[in-house]
């Protein structure tokens, strides 16, 4: 039976990039591997090494982590499942793009993380993810994660009765902090086609709410393999979303380089890959 694994890219890249990224230990794996990669439904603007690299379209999907926007591109997922039958695994890497200063998001642990707290007691909908430079994830619901609308430039004087009756915490641990990369700003793409969701104009209060394992009991509860760099601006992020994993079932290459996937460790990868697939199969 086919391995099928389901791969998000990241901000301001694209299917065939992300496929182009991971074909150095994806080559290494058994035939039986499948692997299907997908594009986001949102364009954006991408770093400018990448764009020297590879030509666009640049996606994303979503511009900014609010509840909303979650929402739809959580939907958005589901929407794709729907049409290529079940997988057994979620890849994806998170791109961060430095021209902008909206930050990544880890988007294949959002979906892990959501999934898991709309049906608690229903089988996970993947066996084992592969997160590769993954920053925090972020919520659909105002009842989970830390409120960082102050992060991104939005008043607490929008709606906050909203989300007073959830009691959220509303502080982010400092070292999680990135000034220059933190804050809300769409600015930089003005010039970009933007989507119809990405066009319309905020109809109600925005709500910004990142999962975090202080604030939240979640927890991802299916091998996962966690894959970043020492030198990458997310790298405090990363570790605390292994914190947000099943501890027993998480597998760690902790390397000294950006953030990237470091083709020389392909074999290293591969490792953890299969270590992750045969605990599914236990």
């Known amino acids: 039976m086919p391995c099928r694994i389901l791969c998000l890219h990241g901000m ?4 065939q990039i992300f496929a182009s990224q991971t074909e150095s230990f994806r080559s290494l ?36 982590p609010t509840t909303e926007s979650v929402t739809a591109a959580h939907h958005h997922v589901k929407s ?8 057994d695994g979620i890849m994806g890497f998170s791109q961060v793009s430095f021209t902008r200063s909206v930050p990544s998001v880890s988007y294949e642990a959002l979906i892990l ?10 089988p996970p ?10 920053p925090l994830p972020f919520s659909h619901s105002l009842m989970y994660g830390i409120d960082t609308r102050d992060y991104f430039g939005v008043s607490y004087n929008m709606d906050c009765s ?34 119809e969701e990405a066009c319309q104009q905020p109809t109600a209060a925005m709500f910004y709410q990142m ?40 597998s760690v290459l902790e390397h000294c380089y950006g953030h990237e996937v470091p083709r020389h460790l392909s074999e290293e990868i591969c490792d953890l890959i299969e270590s992750a697939v045969a605990l599914v199969k236990v």
């Open 12 to 15: 301001g890249i694209n299917s």
């Open 29 to 64: 794996l058994p035939s039986d591997y499948d692997f299907t990669f997908v594009d986001g439904p949102t364009t954006c603007k991408p770093e400018v090494a990448i764009a020297k690299v590879y030509p666009g379209p640049y996606l994303c999907w979503y511009r900014t």
């Open 80 to 87: 794709i499942m729907a049409e290529n039958g079940s997988f």
């Open 113 to 122: 993380t959501n999934l898991a707290l709309e049906n608690p007691s229903a």
């Open 125 to 134: 909908l993947f066996k084992f993810a592969i997160l590769i430079g993954s």
């Open 162 to 195: 909203v989300l007073a009756r959830y009691n959220r915490p509303n502080k982010v641990p400092t070292y999680l902090i990135t000034p220059d990369r933190y804050l809300k700003d769409d600015d930089d793409d003005k010039d970009f086609d933007r989507t």
């Open 211 to 250: 999962f975090h394992s202080t604030s939240d009991e979640v927890r991802m509860d299916i091998p996962t393999v966690h894959i970043f760099g020492r030198r990458d601006p997310w790298y405090l992020h990363s570790k605390d979303v292994l914190q947000l994993a099943c501890a027993e079932r998480a």
